[in-house]
């Protein structure tokens, strides 16, 4: 009986499974009206448009920040407010470790305790497990 049970899962498990696959892989993929199948490449479904990253801001002042890293900028004017807006780039941008890439880079004490707002001996507290022992 019991071995009867485990096919019958199995069974409807495999039924499943053959459902929720792609009937066709290449119906996901329409060709644009005027261009011929055949002259259709993997280079025409990649875009490297925005792969030149630079320091230098655009037009709108936002600058490209290189995958995986982490970025800061400091307002050092008194006069001008600052807008900020953070994202992943990508849709599946994995696990990124912020307290190691903030409190364990090179990012300057004085901006870390004007981002956080908190005094020396606390920040130190924060940096200790993250800094590189010898």
Request: positive net charge; hydrophobic residues 45%.
């Amino acid at each position: 009986m019991a071995t009867m049970k485990l096919v019958l899962v199995l069974m409807m498990t495999t039924i499943v499974a053959v459902w929720a696959r792609d009937p066709e892989l290449t119906n996901d993929f329409a060709v644009p009206v005027g261009m011929n199948a055949s002259e259709i490449t993997g280079d025409f479904f990649t875009f490297t448009g925005l792969r030149n990253f630079s320091a230098a801001p655009n037009t709108f002042g936002s600058k490209k920040v290189t995958q995986g890293r982490v970025h800061f900028q400091i307002n050092m004017s008194k006069k001008r407010s600052v807008l900020a807006i953070s994202a992943f780039g990508s849709s599946n941008a994995g696990t990124i470790s912020l307290p190691k890439n903030i409190f364990g880079s090179g990012i300057k004490d004085e901006v870390l305790l004007q981002a956080f707002k908190i005094n020396s001996a606390e920040l130190m507290k924060l940096k200790a497990p993250f800094m590189p022992t010898m």
